[in-house]
T-cell receptor, first 113, second 114 residues
């Protein structure tokens, strides 16, 4: 049973436009959420996180939104750049810990020049 | 810092053989994680060490899998005997404090068991 779901395996956007990556979760105990980015042949790298006490966290071009009632979070990238093309993983944990992360299966983002 | 270092990057082995994957965490990090990535299941945590002690191995799929951390700068994940369904990318990650900072991943070992 997948507790963290990324229902879009892939997403394609034009350079300069907004990319929106979505993630849904089923475990109401999750209280800490993270996004990781992964390039081919590399390990995932941390991008941005959000605690359940917030509904938004921003870091440069990247913003994560959390809707606890809907058990949904999203990652917005504005403006999108070709270098953002990668697989994006959503992850969640219980108790504010990031050691026991439950990952989604990832969304492949392609930003076209 | 060179980051988390994993070896080998690629491993092809025959079914039934023993496979050992190696990891050197970032110096000063006291938590180490082994993950496995497959198409079917995505990224799964196999085992977590804190200060060289295994804290949670509930993700280890079977007794064929074992992991050790003899010191703060080295860990191994061993599969004996290996099976084709073990084919996956295995990642090692480390951080400086469980629950405190985000984990840094190595480049992974792509294991193929034929």
């Amino acid at each position: 049973d997948q507790q963290v779901k990324q229902n879009s395996p892939s997403l394609s956007v034009q350079e300069g436009r907004i990319s929106i990556l979505n993630c849904d979760y089923t475990n109401s105990m999750f209280d800490y959420f993270l996004w990781y980015k992964k390039y081919p042949a590399e390990g995932p790298t941390f991008l941005i996180s959000i605690s359940s006490i917030k509904d938004k966290n921003e870091d440069g071009r990247f913003t994560v939104f959390l809707n606890k009632s809907a058990k949904h979070l999203s990652l917005h990238i504005v403006p999108s750049q070709p270098g953002d093309s990668a697989v994006y993983f959503c992850a969640a944990s219980v108790g504010g810990s990031n050691y026991k992360l439950t990952f989604g299966k990832g969304t492949l983002l392609t930003v076209n020049p | 810092d060179a980051g988390v270092i994993q070896s080998p990057r690629h491993e092809v082995t025959e079914m039934g053989q023993e496979v050992t994957l190696r990891c050197k965490p970032i110096s000063g990090h006291n938590s180490l994680f082994w993950y496995r990535q497959t198409m079917m299941r995505g990224l799964e945590l196999l085992i977590y060490f804190n200060n060289n002690v295994p804290i949670d191995d509930s993700g280890m799929p079977e007794d064929r899998f074992s992991a050790k951390m003899p010191n703060a700068s080295f860990s191994t994940l061993k599969i004996q005997p290996s099976e084709p369904r073990d084919s996956a990318v295995y990642f090692c990650a480390s951080n400086s404090m469980a629950g405190g900072t985000e984990a840094f991943f190595g480049q992974g070992t792509r294991l193929t068991v034929v």
